[in-house]
């Protein structure tokens, strides 16, 4: 049983910064790619950055420069560091890990965490 567990989330005033904390648990073999995700109220959910392997990363354009995902490979953790918060970056924050559960697993797996409230407040 794998799970993904967020933390670092809360209210902030804008200009701000927070860091945001997602551990993997459970049966893990290995990780391909973690990710944060964030939806608004009554819009779509978003990928805000991802990291690959633990390298290669990418980010929306919306937090480019002011964000940045990072990884502990030994922690099976991910982090997001998110600086200059504005108003616009209210949602609730998703981790997300595409990994290998079990050494019988033939294929990654997409696990999603239970997410964490960001409010910037103007």
Same mark, same amino acid.
């Given at each position: /049983?794998? /799970?993904? *567990?967020?933390?670092?989330?809360?209210?902030? #005033?804008?200009?701000?910064?927070?860091?945001? =904390?997602?551990?993997?648990?459970?049966?893990?073999?290995?990780?391909?790619?973690? %990710? !944060?995700?964030? #939806?608004? $109220?009554?819009? #779509?959910?978003? +990928?805000?950055?991802?990291?690959?392997?633990?390298?290669?990363?990418?980010?929306?354009?919306?937090?480019?420069?002011?964000?940045?995902? %990072?990884?502990?490979?030994?922690?099976?953790? *991910?982090?997001? /560091?998110?600086?200059? +918060?504005? $108003?616009?970056?209210?949602?609730?924050?998703?981790?997300?890990?595409? +990994?290998? $559960? =079990? =050494?019988? %697993?033939?294929?990654?797996?997409?696990? !999603?965490? /239970?997410?964490?409230? *960001?409010?910037?407040?103007?």
């Amino acid at each position: /049983q794998v /799970q993904l *567990v967020e933390s670092g989330g809360g209210l902030v #005033q804008a200009g701000g910064s927070l860091r945001l =904390s997602c551990q993997a648990s459970g049966s893990i073999v290995s990780i391909k790619r973690m %990710a !944060w995700h964030r #939806q608004a $109220p009554g819009k #779509q959910r978003e +990928l805000v950055a991802a990291i690959v392997l633990g390298v290669s990363t990418n980010y929306a354009d919306s937090v480019k420069g002011r964000f940045t995902i %990072a990884m502990d490979n030994a922690k099976n953790t *991910v982090y997001l /560091q998110m600086n200059n +918060l504005e $108003p616009e970056d209210t949602a609730v924050y998703y981790c997300a890990a595409e +990994l290998v $559960p =079990s =050494s019988v %697993a033939r294929r990654t797996y997409l696990y !999603w965490g /239970q997410g964490t409230q *960001v409010t910037v407040s103007s």
